[in-house]
C-alpha cells in the first residue's frame, strides 16, 4: 500500500495546480495533515506552491510536482509522445498534425456518442463530466447568462501539452463532438490560467436548464 506521501505526489502527478483541500479530499485525510506532508515534500524540492487567482478574493495557494518531483515517476511514456510529436511535426505540415490529433479524438468520443445520444443539454454536461473522467479529465460546468461555460480542471495530457501545446486540439474535439456542438476555448492552463474553459452558448430550447 502506497505511503501517505506517496498518494500526495501521485495526486499532484495527475492533478497539478490542486489546493490543500483538493488533496485532503483525493488521499482521504485531514487539511492538518497534508500541509505537514506538503511541508516536507517542499523542503526535499518534490513540490512547489504558488499562489493562484481565482475569482475575487484573496488568492489561493495551489500546488504542483517540481521536475525533480516528477523524475520519481517512471516517465518513459512521455518522453515516447513527446519524441513521437516531434517526429510527426518534423515532417508533417500543422494542418496534418492537428487533423490526425483530431481523429483520435474522433475515435475515443465515438465510444461514448451512443450513450449521449437522446440527452438533453443538460444530461449531455453531466454524461460528459462523468465519461471524460474515465479518460483522466476532471470538468465542471456552469450556466452564465445565455452561454454554457465548461472548466477543465485537470487534464491527462498537460505534461505533453508544455512541449507541444496542439494536444490541446484533442480536448477541444473531444468535448465538441461529445456535445454535437462547436466549443470554444477562452482559458488554457498552459497560458497560466487556473484552468482550461470552453464555451458554448445555450440553445432556446434549453435556456430553462
Known amino acids: 500500500m502506497k505511503s501517505t506521501r506517496d498518494q500526495i505526489l501521485q495526486t499532484l502527478l495527475t492533478n497539478p495546480h490542486s489546493t490543500i483541500n483538493d488533496l485532503a479530499t483525493a488521499v482521504g485525510i485531514n487539511a492538518i495533515s497534508v500541509r505537514h506532508h506538503l511541508t516536507s515534500l517542499q523542503a526535499e524540492g518534490l513540490v512547489v506552491g504558488e499562489e493562484e487567482r481565482h475569482g ?3 488568492p489561493r495557494l495551489v500546488y504542483s510536482l517540481t521536475e525533480k518531483g516528477l523524475e520519481r515517476f517512471p516517465t518513459r511514456y512521455l518522453s515516447l509522445t513527446n519524441r513521437l510529436l516531434d ?7 500543422p494542418a496534418m498534425v492537428n487533423g490526425l490529433l483530431t481523429q483520435i479524438a474522433n475515435r475515443i468520443a465515438s465510444t461514448y456518442t451512443e450513450k449521449m ?13 462523468t465519461l471524460l473522467a474515465q479518460e483522466g479529465y476532471s470538468l465542471e460546468w456552469e450556466k452564465d447568462g445565455d452561454q454554457i461555460l465548461i472548466h477543465e480542471i485537470t487534464c491527462p495530457y498537460y505534461h505533453i501539452g508544455q512541449a507541444h501545446p496542439e494536444i490541446c486540439t484533442v480536448d477541444q474535439a473531444l468535448i465538441t463532438n461529445m456535445l454535437s456542438t462547436p466549443v470554444q476555448k ?4 498552459l497560458n497560466g490560467d487556473s484552468h482550461c474553459t470552453y464555451i458554448i452558448p445555450l440553445p432556446a430550447s434549453e435556456k430553462n436548464i
Open 87 to 93: 517526429q510527426l511535426k518534423e515532417t508533417m505540415p
Open 56 to 58: 475575487v478574493g484573496r
Open 117 to 129: 445520444h437522446s440527452l438533453s443539454l443538460e444530461g449531455k454536461l453531466d454524461m460528459l463530466k
Open 186 to 189: 477562452i482559458n488554457c492552463l
